[in-house]
C-alpha cells in the first residue's frame, strides 16, 4: 500500500477549508467540522483525485442546498423538526463509506475498479437523498407517502414528490459526472483509455436513485419518530427543541436517521457494484 504524505495533507487542507466554510454558513457543527475533515483527508488520500472531487461535489452541493429556499422550508415543515446543522455523527452516516472503501482501494488495489463503483454509488445515494430532501421540500405539490401513496405533510419521513425525485436523480447523475470527471482528469496523461469509465455515470444514478428510494421506504416504516405533546410537533430526536423529551410515535428507536442513511448508502454502493459487473 502506498500513502503519500503530501496527498494526505493536500485533503486535509481542502477538507478543513470546506468544513470551516460550512460551519460558517450553518451547515456543520463544529464536531461536524472534524467528520468532514476526516473523512476528505482519508478519501483524499487514499483514493485520490476522482475520489475528492465526488466528496466536494456531495459536501458543497448539500451544503448550498440546505440554505436554499431555507425560510420557506421552515414554514412548509413547521411540525416537522428534522436534524438542523450537521453533527459528527451525520458527516460519517453520509461520507464515512466514502473513507472506508478508499482505504479499501488502497488495501486492495486489485479491485481498484468495483470498490470505486461501490464509492461512486454510495456517495450517490447519500447526494441524491439530501438534494431530493431539500428540493422536494419546495414543492407546490402535496408530497405522498412512498409506501401508500396517501397525501402526507410537508418534511415527513417516507414522504415524496415528483420534484423530490426528480432531485434525487440529478444529484445523482451529478455525482456520477463529478466521478467521470476526476477519471478523466487522473487518466488524460495514463495509458488507459477513458471508455474504461463508461459506466461510472449508470451506475451512479442507478444507486443514487435506489438508495434515495429506500431511504424513503425505511423513512416511512421503521425510522423512529417522536412527538412533542406540548409543542404537538414530531421531531426525529429524543428531546424536541423546547428541551422537552419526546415520546415514540412509530419506527424503532435504534433507526435514527442516521442508520436510515447508512443503510440507504449501502443500497447505494451494492446497486452501483452490480451495474458496473453488467455493463463493463
Not at 112 to 126: D, E, Q, S, T, V
Request: glycine share 12%.
Amino acid at each position: 500500500m502506498s500513502i503519500s504524505p503530501l496527498q494526505l495533507a493536500a485533503g486535509f487542507a481542502l477538507s478543513l477549508l470546506i468544513g470551516l466554510a460550512a460551519e460558517r454558513r450553518g451547515s456543520l457543527t463544529r464536531d461536524g467540522v472534524a467528520g468532514a475533515v476526516l473523512v476528505g483527508t482519508l478519501t483524499f488520500g487514499l483514493g485520490g483525485l476522482a475520489w475528492a472531487a465526488v466528496v466536494v461535489a456531495f459536501f458543497v452541493s448539500s451544503s448550498l442546498l440546505t440554505h436554499y429556499g431555507a425560510e420557506r422550508k421552515r414554514e412548509t415543515s413547521a411540525e416537522y423538526e428534522k436534524g438542523g446543522r450537521r453533527d459528527l455523527a451525520q458527516t460519517l452516516a453520509n461520507g464515512g463509506a466514502a473513507a472506508v472503501l478508499a482505504l479499501a482501494n488502497a488495501l486492495f488495489p486489485a479491485y481498484g475498479m468495483p470498490i470505486f463503483a461501490a464509492f461512486a454509488g454510495a456517495m450517490a445515494a447519500a447526494t441524491a437523498d439530501t438534494w431530493a430532501t431539500e428540493l422536494g421540500m419546495l414543492s407546490a405539490a402535496r408530497p405522498r407517502m412512498v409506501t401508500t401513496w396517501q397525501e402526507a405533510r410537508p418534511g415527513e419521513n417516507g414522504a415524496v414528490s415528483a420534484l423530490g425525485l426528480v432531485a434525487a436523480a440529478t444529484g445523482a447523475i451529478m455525482i456520477g459526472s463529478a466521478a467521470f470527471a476526476g477519471r478523466f482528469a487522473e487518466e488524460i496523461f495514463a495509458d488507459v483509455p477513458l471508455v474504461a469509465y463508461r459506466w461510472l455515470p449508470t451506475a451512479a444514478l442507478a444507486g443514487g436513485f435506489l438508495g434515495s428510494v429506500v431511504d424513503s421506504i425505511l423513512g416511512a416504516t421503521v425510522q423512529a419518530l417522536y412527538y412533542c405533546a406540548r409543542d404537538k410537533a414530531y421531531t426525529e430526536k429524543t428531546v424536541h427543541g423546547c428541551g422537552r423529551p419526546a415520546v415514540l410515535a412509530r419506527g424503532l428507536p435504534w433507526m435514527n436517521n442516521d442508520m436510515v442513511n447508512f443503510l440507504a448508502s449501502l443500497a447505494g454502493a451494492i446497486t452501483a457494484v452490480l451495474v458496473y459487473g453488467a455493463i463493463r
